[in-house]
Structure formats: C-alpha cells, structure tokens
C-alpha cells in the first residue's frame, strides 16, 4: 500500500480561491498588516509569501521592516498603532525577534481580536477552554488536513510529537475538541516507537530530519509532518521518512508542498475570520 499524498498545493490554493468568493460577495477587504524585524533570511521568505497569500485573496497588505536594532518601544508602539486601526484586522509579528526583544511582550500586546496568529495568551487560554477564538495557523491547517482525508478523528489514537506552544500543544488541544484520544510526546519520551506504532494519527513536529522512521507508524495511520529541515545532502525535508513511511500510511503530507502552504492559507483564513469577529453582522 501507498499512502494518498495531502496535498498542500492544492488545498491552499481552494481555501484562499473560497475566501476570495467570499469577500468579493460581501464586498469586504479585510486588512492584514504584518511586522517583520531585522534580516532574517527565513523570515523575509516567509513573509513575502504571506504578502504575495493576501493579495491574491484582495486583502489590504501592509508590510512593516524594522531594522534590527529597533528598541521594544518602537515595537510596541507600532502594535498599540496598528491594534488601534478599523481598516487593519489582523497584526502578525513575525518570529523569531532579534535576541533584545522580548517575544513574549510583544505578541501579548496584540489585540487578541487580531491575533491572527493565534499566539497571544488570550487566545490560547480560549483554545484550552474550548471557547470561540483565532487558533494558531500551523494546528489549524493540520486539522484541516486531516479533515480531508474524510476519515472521522472521534475515538482515534492520536500522537502529536512535539509540546511547542506553536504547534504542539495547540495541536493536541485541537484534536481533543475533536474527541481523538491524544497523546504528546516529545525529547523525553521513552520508548517513542512503542506509542507512535499504536496511533492511528501521528502529527510530527520535532525538528528533526527523517526522525520518524516506517516502524514507528501503524499500518494504515495518518501521518502529519510539520518539520521543514534539510537532509545530509542538503535538501529540504520534514521529521518524517517521507518514501519509506509513505508505504504503511494511508494519507501523507508532503515537505515541501503540505504542512507549510495550508500554514498561510490558514493565516488568510483567519484574517477573514477577525474582520468578521470586529465587524458582526456583515
């Protein structure tokens, strides 16, 4: 057996296509302004991608380059700007921040109604509590993901690898909600192999090259791969030995073209989602 490959590409590309109807009937432009500080390589990748997402959608963009050196304050008094702007429905400070800058500080200072991110604690105190809330854009696409596939997540036994509170822990609280028996493992798991052999969704996002191995998956399980590494000869690829464990799963994210592209779809998702939870009734 050969696993069905989850598509990235293409769900991306019908999430935002649908979001693009949608504003367009409504006659709505919802506004996404994003802050990026210093010359992270990955980052200026990042969120170009993310500006290219938000105007092919027809969203109003606005991009902020701070050098790096920028003070706390000049951080913040952008937000507390931009938190005060009708027209700007979504903030998004893109991570990681240069050392002096307190992240923490920072993303809490957003307008939990245009936390798009779904990072500041007020949104992950709502996803915890299972009350209404923007949810982070990585869970949020790995749910979608998983949804695809038609398979009913109620009773399985999922493994999230991994407790960052981007993607791990926000994960496992998704798949809660949706009454999956979760499991989190992480660094200091032991025998890792034994829980994963025995899970029927395995989310990985560790951080580690072709971490996950065919003996570590169940025949027929779901395979979710968060990881965006690069192998011995430098190429890109995920926690996950994609060829060998394509061969016991039944659906399959790819690295590159999954996890990665319906992460910025779900931002545009969400972006829509806080224009509307700022204007109700349109």
Do not use: W
């Not at 500080?105 to 936390?115: E, G, R, S, V």
């Not at 690898?161 to 994960?171: E, L, Q, Y």
Request: net charge neutral; proline share 4%; aromatic share 4%.
């Amino acid at each position: 057996m050969s696993a069905k490959i989850l598509d990235g590409k293409v769900m991306a590309a019908e999430i935002k296509a649908s979001l693009r109807e949608k504003i367009t009937g409504h006659g709505i432009k919802p506004g996404l302004a994003v802050i990026l500080v210093g010359e992270d390589q990955a980052s200026k990748v990042y969120v170009g991608g993310k500006e290219k997402d938000a105007l092919e959608v027809g969203y109003h963009s606005e991009l902020y380059r701070l050098p790096a050196d920028s003070s706390q304050d000049d951080v913040l008094k952008l937000v507390k700007e931009l938190n005060a702007r009708k027209e700007i429905n979504g903030i998004l400070v893109q991570l990681p921040l240069p050392e002096h800058l307190d992240e923490e500080l920072i993303t809490n200072a957003i307008d939990p109604l245009k936390d798009v991110d779904g990072f500041t604690y007020n949104s992950a105190g709502r996803l915890f509590t299972g009350s209404p809330g923007l949810v982070a854009c990585t869970p949020k696409g790995c749910i979608e993901m998983i949804r695809s596939t038609g398979v009913d997540i109620k009773g399985l036994n999922a493994v999230v690898i991994g407790r960052s509170n981007i993607v791990g822990k926000p994960m496992a609280m998704l798949l809660l909600a949706r009454h999956a028996t979760v499991t989190i493992c992480h660094s200091k798991t032991r025998d890792l192999a034994a829980i994963t052999s025995k899970a029927d969704i395995v989310v990985a996002a560790i951080g580690r090259a072709k971490f996950v191995t065919a003996d570590m998956i169940k025949e027929g399980a779901i395979v979710i791969d968060v990881g965006m590494n690069r192998d011995v000869n430098g190429k890109l690829c995920g926690d996950v030995d994609f060829d060998a464990v394509r061969e016991k799963a039944s659906y399959i994210t790819p690295v590159p073209g999954g996890v990665g592209l319906m992460t910025r779809a779900m931002l545009m998702s969400n972006t829509h989602e806080a224009y509307m939870l700022q204007n109700p009734g349109k």
